[in-house]
């Protein structure tokens, strides 16, 4: 984030990756707990200003220190003000594209001028990023699977997280099992990041025993089993606390502060459901 911003300054995707990223480091590391990495990680995915973003780090041991904001006047003219309505709604449109009926219809590949896909920044794609980037979609969300196989050698993960567009993997490091290293994947993986110490008798879960259609399944209804009405962030977790494997599904709406989330195995079988209680 820029040095030069304030707090109330648009928060990009890009800012809402890095903190999402500190969050992972910080669960990694013993400073959050499962929950209080679950919720912030919700946050900073719905994040409106980068002073929303600061404050869900601002209590965290950061190896990196956050740049400062400096609050400033806003002084926009309303030509530009009228640019980031058109921006943000074009935002809200796009997100709402995924649900349900978009379970058989994933968003194809970008491409160059000669037909080679490519990733972000323009380089040509390796083959193993062939494919849907849209991950709450059967096609997308295998894509990410053969892809964890085909980049890592293995389909076995100390933590996956999944968002509509991106996913965060965390794995033992190699020849260092108390280490754990992480990967961001957004059409293509970046990484290997230092997501810190780990316990090496923590159990791993394997990605290839995923029903991917049931769970996606949960993941599309989740606001309506959860009593979350239109949810602002759906996210999944694949891992093992110790009791199993399990898909821990959230549902949340960042506007009215309803959110719930369900555990299923990863044959789709729900094991509990935490819905939100109305009063």
């Known amino acids: 984030?820029?040095?030069?911003?304030?707090?109330?300054?648009?928060?990009?995707?890009?800012?809402?990756?890095?903190?999402?990223?500190?969050?992972?480091?910080?669960?990694?590391?013993?400073?959050?707990?499962?929950?209080?990495?679950?919720?912030?990680?919700?946050?900073?995915?719905?994040?409106?200003?980068?002073?929303?973003?600061?404050?869900?780090?601002?209590?965290?041991?950061?190896?990196?220190?956050?740049?400062?904001?400096?609050?400033?006047?806003?002084?926009?003219?309303?030509?530009?003000?009228?640019?980031?309505?058109?921006?943000?709604?074009?935002?809200?449109?796009?997100?709402?594209?995924?649900?349900?009926?978009?379970?058989?219809?994933?968003?194809?590949?970008?491409?160059?001028?000669?037909?080679?896909?490519?990733?972000?920044?323009?380089?040509?794609?390796?083959p193993i990023v062939v494919g849907p980037t849209a991950l709450h979609t059967p096609a997308g969300l295998r894509t990410l699977i053969d892809g964890v196989r085909t980049e890592l050698g293995t389909t076995l993960v100390a933590d996956l997280t999944v968002y509509p567009d991106y996913a965060s993997i965390d794995v033992p490091a190699p020849g260092a099992p108390a280490r754990a290293q992480s990967y961001h994947y957004k059409g293509g993986f970046d990484g290997p990041g230092n997501a810190g110490h780990r316990d090496p008798d923590d159990p791993l879960v394997d990605l290839a025993a995923i029903d991917v259609d049931k769970i996606l399944g949960l993941l599309a209804g989740a606001g309506q089993s959860l009593n979350v009405e239109n949810p602002t962030v759906h996210y999944l977790i694949v891992r093992d606390t110790g009791t199993g494997p399990e898909v821990a599904i959230y549902a949340t709406n960042n506007d009215t502060g309803q959110s719930g989330y369900l555990e299923a195995k990863p044959d789709g079988t729900i094991i509990g459901v935490h819905a939100y209680e109305r009063r």
């Not at 995915?45 to 956050?66: C, F, H, I, N, Y």
């Open 1 to 126: 984030m820029s040095s030069a911003r304030s707090p109330r300054t648009r928060a990009r995707d890009l800012d809402r990756t890095e903190v999402c990223g500190r969050l992972d480091t910080a669960y990694a590391d013993g400073q959050l707990d499962s929950d209080e990495h679950c919720s912030r990680t919700a946050a900073a995915s719905a994040a409106k200003t980068l002073g929303e973003l600061r404050d869900l780090v601002d209590d965290l041991q950061l190896e990196k220190p956050m740049p400062d904001l400096r609050e400033r006047a806003p002084q926009r003219p309303a030509r530009s003000r009228s640019r980031v309505v058109v921006a943000v709604a074009a935002l809200v449109l796009l997100g709402a594209g995924f649900g349900i009926g978009r379970l058989t219809a994933p968003s194809p590949s970008p491409v160059g001028p000669d037909g080679t896909p490519v990733v972000a920044g323009g380089a040509p794609a390796a």
